[in-house]
Nanobody, 120 residues
Framework: QVHLVESGGGLVQAGGSLRLSCAAS????????MGWYRQAPGKERELVAAYISGGVTNYADSVKGRFAISRDNAWNTLYLDMNSLKPEDKAVYYC??????????????WGQGTQVTVSS
């Protein structure tokens, strides 16, 4: 099992920056992918950025060039550096871990979320 705790959200002015952190504990050696998702009021949860074993990263088009995902070497902490924030980035941001390296387990784990608010 994997436990995820996000931190770093808050209120920032448009154009500002925030760094989100996701602390992972438990069977982190079984994680193959971790990512950040966000959900704005009345909208579907969407992928923001993902970090796949081997160093491959994916970003939503809306955040490319502004956000950067990174992690420590042991999947203990996942980061999301958010720059040039826009009011439309306001959402609850969730960390997700995909456990695929310890079959037959194929479980997705989610954190509790952290609120990001961007004022115009």
């Amino acid at each position: 099992q994997v436990h995820l705790v996000e931190s770093g959200g808050g209120l920032v002015q448009a154009g500002g920056s925030l760094r989100l952190s996701c602390a992972a504990s438990g069977n982190t050696i079984c994680i193959s992918t971790m990512g950040w998702y966000r959900q704005a009021p009345g909208k579907e949860r969407e992928l923001v950025a993902a970090y796949i074993s081997g160093g491959v990263t994916n970003y939503a088009d809306s955040v490319k060039g502004r956000f950067a995902i990174s992690r420590d070497n042991a999947w203990n902490t996942l980061y999301l550096d958010m720059n040039s924030l826009k009011p439309e980035d306001k959402a609850v941001y969730y960390c997700k871990a995909e456990e695929r390296l310890c079959p037959p387990s194929a479980t997705d784990y989610w954190g509790q979320g952290t609120q990001v608010t961007v004022s115009s």
